[in-house]
């Protein structure tokens, strides 16, 4: 299993609401329209990841999951891989439920989305001050 660390922040406009995608971003500022998003100021998008997680993840028959923290509150989302993901994009890490794949896309058919996250944790990051950590582990 391989394992990425991902650091976000909170942002006054999250909200958290999207039914099919969960985004974290490197950039700093945000509309209420970015509903998917969950954290900002990010440590590092999808490009940052490591080779050898981006080959595992590519696999067809990768499980992905990824495990978000907040204060101590933690929640965790399953995915897959998939041999069409291209893990491009420089700020975005997204997760669908969907099998929509893109530059931004970490995992496809996720169990969760942004609204589905513990509302502990869509509510503390609504405050610039928050921490939110994304252990993004990838196992075939």
């Known amino acids: 299993m391989l394992i990425e660390k991902v650091i976000a922040y909170g942002h006054k406009n999250i909200t958290a609401k999207h039914k099919t995608t969960l985004e974290i971003t490197k950039d700093a500022e ?26 595992l993840a590519r ?16 929640d965790v989302i399953i995915g897959r891989g998939s041999k069409s993901l291209t893990f491009e994009h420089e ?27 513990d509302e502990r944790i869509r509510r503390a990051m609504q405050n610039p001050k928050k921490k939110l950590i994304a252990y993004v582990m990838v196992e075939v």
């Open 30 to 55: 945000i509309s209420k329209r970015a509903d998917c998003i969950i954290g900002v100021r990010a440590n590092k998008g999808l490009a940052d990841f490591s080779e050898e997680f981006k080959r």
């Open 91 to 117: 700020s975005d890490i997204v997760i669908r439920k969907s099998t929509y794949t893109c530059g931004r896309t970490l995992m496809i058919k996720a169990d969760k989305a942004s609204i589905d996250i």
């Open 59 to 74: 696999r067809d028959d990768a499980k992905i999951k990824v495990v978000l923290e907040v204060d101590g509150v933690r």
